[in-house]
Nanobody
Framework: QVPLVESGGGLVQAGGSLRLSCAAS????????IGWFRQAPGKEREFVAG????????NYADSVKGRFTISKNDAKKTVDLQMNNLQTEDTAVYYC????????????????WGKGTLVTVSS
């Protein structure tokens, strides 16, 4: 499978916002659950947020609940992650990936990871 393509990262001050996008093919966009993950320096990659194939179901890591929102953009065939009230601990490389099983998505046990997009939050 071709890795998904992440974009939208950058440098932002604490309390600021960023919107990340994950571009998927039409087939992937329609059939797969898609999730956002992140890996901070020196840490393991962790699940951030996921959305099921229809867009009706979402879940979030406790650390981002109430601040991050995942959504599907049907016109652009992207899965976006709106990140508000960013904190320094949100600094990481953010990745997206897919799974046919929404319940399994959170495990992050997938292959074919892309390059990710770097989010840096300054204090």
């Amino acid at each position: 499978q071709v890795p998904l393509v992440e974009s939208g990262g950058g440098l932002v001050q604490a309390g600021g916002s960023l919107r990340l996008s994950c571009a998927a093919s039409g087939r992937t966009f329609v059939n797969y659950a898609i999730g956002w993950f992140r890996q901070a320096p020196g840490k393991e990659r962790e699940f951030v947020a996921g959305i099921n194939f229809s867009g009706a179901g979402t879940n979030y890591a406790d650390s981002v609940k109430g601040r991050f929102t995942i959504s599907k953009n049907d016109a652009k065939k992207t899965v976006d992650l709106q990140m508000n009230n960013l904190q320094t601990e949100d600094t990481a490389v953010y990745y997206c990936n897919r799974d046919l099983n929404f319940g399994r998505l959170q495990s992050g046990a997938m292959d074919n990871w892309g390059k990710g997009t770097l989010v840096t939050v300054s204090s």
